[in-house]
Nanobody, 124 residues
Framework: QVQLVESGGGLVQAGGSLRLSCAAS????????MGWFRQAPGKEREFVAA????????YYADSVKGRFTISRDNAKSTVYLQMNGLRPEDTAVYTC?????????????????WGQGTQVTVSS
């Protein structure tokens, strides 16, 4: 069915940049909002960013606003997370997710499908 595969994680120094990618398959990608989440060691999973099915609307957690940019390429069925000005507190497993309802986007959208996650480690 739906498969989400993240890539692009790694180890970077504070202040550095990474771009995460999430390739989707299994259903029509362009119909669904997408989101990025992260979970740091010993902490709850938290929302990072979301993008509407068209890419016209985006939303970010305050902790990453101005540093991270979410985007999507529907022709490639891929969503991206450009991360600039990385900080040690950004260290986490980053996971992409796909909304369960097509043609719907809100701050409370439900995500039904999740990727395996990719590790981002920021050293100080």
């Amino acid at each position: 069915q739906v498969q989400l595969v993240e890539s692009g994680g790694g180890l970077v120094q504070a202040g550095g940049s990474l771009r995460l990618s999430c390739a989707a398959s299994g259903r029509t990608f362009s119909r669904y909002a997408m989101g990025w989440f992260r979970q740091a060691p010993g902490k709850e999973r938290e929302f990072v960013a979301a993008i509407s099915w068209t890419g016209e609307s985006t939303y970010y957690a305050d902790s990453v606003k101005g540093r991270f940019t979410i985007s999507r390429d529907n022709a490639k069925s891929t969503v991206y997370l450009q991360m600039n000005g990385l900080r040690p507190e950004d260290t986490a497993v980053y996971t992409c997710a796909q909304a369960g309802t097509p043609y719907y986007y809100s701050s409370r959208v439900r995500y039904d499908y999740w990727g395996q996650g990719t590790q981002v480690t920021v050293s100080s």
